[in-house]
């Protein structure tokens, strides 16, 4: 899946202290607070390795978005002294056990070249009795807020980081689905969503604030548990491609 640097899932809003919308929980449900906080170990692949969020990434996140601001049409990345707020909005949702941030890394020789994460986190209320009651895992998430610098565009960096993600998800959360909205203009993010077999659901219309500051049309992709083992073979036909 080819990486614009301009997000297949956006930062939807501008910088700021609130939490995501559609919450289902008010505080973390017993033990979810728990599961995002101590995933302290990062994900890793070949291309890179996604690290969990830390004030320690600010200056190496300060550094990936200066490198060409123009990528961002479609999302609102901060620049400079801006990517404190950002890592701490996004640690708060951590906290609240609705986000799971990282930081997108080089493994080869550490440099920060972007920015993902889990969030929207759902966890629904099944009946006592039913196998999935009182798990503290998600049932369902969203990946977003996902943006690359210049050196990582046209290249395996966004492939690698969605089949990371989702594998996550899928084989070791269980979600039942994993969603993905982007602004209805950016025909980027909406070919590459379709290229990995995410399936199309509609516009949400007048969905969000956008980049520039009109309300955004948001087109709504999802991948379900059944469809992802042929999700997983074309991520995996993609990455091969890139190698």
Not at 133 to 162: L, Q, V
Not at 173 to 194: G, I, K, M
């Amino acid at each position: 899946m080819e990486s614009s640097g301009k997000g297949d899932s956006e930062a939807d809003y501008p910088v700021t202290s609130r939490g995501p919308e559609n919450n289902y929980f008010s505080s973390p449900p017993p033990g979810i607070l728990e599961v995002m906080t101590q995933e302290g170990s990062p994900l890793s692949g070949i291309h890179i390795r996604l690290e969990p969020l830390a004030h320690d990434h600010v200056d190496g996140l300060v550094s990936a978005a200066a490198a060409d601001p123009s990528l961002y049409q479609w999302s609102p990345v901060p620049q400079g002294k801006a990517h404190a707020a950002y890592v701490a909005t996004a640690l708060g949702w951590r906290d609240a056990g609705t986000a799971v941030p990282f930081a997108i890394v080089r493994p080869n020789d550490g440099t920060v070249i972007g920015s993902t994460r889990f969030w929207n986190l759902e966890r629904w209320s099944w009946p006592q009795g039913h196998a999935r009651h009182g798990r503290p895992d998600p049932d369902a998430c969203e990946i977003g807020y996902t943006w690359f610098a210049r050196s990582a565009t046209r290249s395996a960096a966004n492939t690698e980081a969605k089949l990371l993600m989702l594998a996550h998800a899928f084989e070791t959360w269980r979600v039942l689905r994993v969603c993905f909205h982007t602004d209805a203009r950016n025909q980027r993010s909406r070919a590459a969503l379709e290229r990995i077999g995410a399936k199309f659901e509609g516009v949400l219309r007048a969905h969000r604030m956008a980049a520039d500051f009109i309300p955004r049309d948001s087109v709504r992709y999802s991948i379900v548990g059944a469809e992802w083992p042929e999700v997983k073979a074309r991520l995996k036909q993609l990455l091969d491609r890139r190698g």
